[in-house]
Structure formats: C-alpha cells, structure tokens
C-alpha cells in the first residue's frame, strides 16, 4: 500500500474519532416546558406546568450513548388558577419550603438512527428517589439559526405514582395517585 493511500485511510479515521466526541448542550429554560396532567376524583382531570428548570445533557449520538440531569424549580409550579397553586407548593402537595427542587438524572438509551427513544434514570422528589424512564417519541437536532450551533429538541412523556414520593393528597377521596409527565425540552449546544 503506497503512501497516499495509507495518509487518506488515517485522514478518514480521524474525522471519523471527531464526529463520535460527545457534545454537552445546555437546557433552554425559555424552551422548555415540563407539564404534568392529575387526577381530579375520577371526573377531571388537573394540569400544571413549571416554569422553571435547568440542566445538562451530554450525547454521543454516532456511539448511542449519553446522560441527562434536569432540574426543576418546585415553587414554579403553575396550574394557571393562584389558589390551586397556593395550595400544591403548600405541605399538602409539593411542599417547596422543604423540598424546592426536583432532579432528574439519567442515561440516554434505545439510539435509532442518532436519536435516542428514552433516559433511564432517577427522580429526586419531594425528599424521595425513585427509578423512572422517561420515553422520548420525538428528538430532532438543527443548526440554530441565531446562535450558530447545533439545537437539538425532544417530547418526553412517563407516568409516575406520586404516592411513591409521599404525595397522597386526595388518595382518601379516589383521586388517583398516577401523574403523567409530558415535557418539551430543548437545550443548545454549550460554547
């Protein structure tokens, strides 16, 4: 094998190693929505939002791997009525004086095609941890138009039992413990 060959064969090795880096991006907390649906007795049912969160996210996605932790501000929460809201940050629900934040920490799994389909994980809540998977049924990235680097977004959903958290108001008047989770994440890649 002469020269040339060989230095094009290295040269194509190389790009390949600096694709397969992991990226790191930061959550854009102005795009991204945690929202969460609740059981209101078996005849409705509640939904909230928080307005707060952070985080980090670093993937692979040519290797299939990465992880997550988001942070979610507990006394952001937003059911779009004040004495609602008033009521859930209180010692009833979620408590925020004792317990003002929520963590996710994860690994990105189930790659197809560069997008990973769920984080597996924990979720620190309400003084308790606790498994959770998050699935992701919609993951694209592009470059920013504005910020000049990649931005990659999600739809995230899970259902949690919130007694597993030691939330059980409303468990005594049938209100199901199950909460579902659907978040839309976005989070650019870090400078």
């Given at each position: 094998m002469?020269?040339?060959p060989?230095?094009?064969?290295?040269?194509?090795?190389?790009?390949?190693?600096?694709?397969?880096?992991?990226?790191?991006?930061?959550?854009?907390?102005?795009?991204?929505?945690p929202?969460?649906?609740?059981?209101?007795?078996g005849?409705s049912?509640?939904?909230?939002?928080f307005?707060?969160?952070?985080?980090?996210?670093?993937?692979?996605r040519?290797a299939?791997?990465g992880?997550?932790?988001?942070?979610?501000d507990?006394?952001?929460?937003?059911?779009?009525?004040?004495?609602?809201?008033?009521?859930?940050?209180?010692?009833?629900?979620?408590?925020?004086?004792?317990?003002?934040?929520a963590?996710?920490?994860g690994?990105?799994e189930?790659?197809t095609?560069?997008?990973?389909?769920?984080?597996v994980?924990t979720?620190e809540m309400?003084?308790?941890?606790?498994?959770?998977?998050?699935?992701?049924?919609?993951?694209k990235?592009?470059?920013?138009?504005?910020?000049?680097?990649?931005?990659?977004g999600a739809?995230?959903?899970?259902?949690?039992?919130r007694?597993?958290?030691?939330?059980?108001?409303?468990?005594?008047?049938?209100?199901?413990?199950?909460?579902?989770?659907?978040?839309?994440v976005?989070?650019?890649?870090?400078?």
């Amino acid at each position: 094998m002469n020269a040339l060959p060989r230095l094009a064969a290295a040269a194509l090795l190389a790009a390949s190693a600096v694709q397969a880096a992991p990226v790191t991006y930061d959550v854009d907390p102005t795009h991204t929505y945690p929202s969460f649906e609740a059981d209101h007795m078996g005849i409705s049912t509640w939904r909230g939002k928080f307005d707060r969160s952070s985080g980090t996210i670093t993937m692979d996605r040519d290797a299939g791997t990465g992880s997550v932790t988001i942070v979610v501000d507990m006394a952001s929460a937003d059911f779009g009525l004040p004495a609602l809201d008033k009521t859930a940050k209180g010692p009833e629900l979620f408590d925020v004086r004792k317990y003002p934040k929520a963590t996710f920490r994860g690994t990105l799994e189930g790659f197809t095609d560069g997008a990973p389909t769920r984080a597996v994980g924990t979720l620190e809540m309400h003084g308790r941890t606790n498994p959770v998977t998050l699935e992701i049924r919609k993951f694209k990235c592009i470059q920013h138009p504005m910020f000049k680097r990649e931005d990659c977004g999600a739809d995230v959903y899970a259902t949690l039992d919130r007694e597993q958290f030691g939330m059980d108001a409303g468990k005594a008047y049938g209100f199901s413990m199950a909460v579902d989770l659907r978040i839309q994440v976005e989070a650019i890649a870090a400078q």
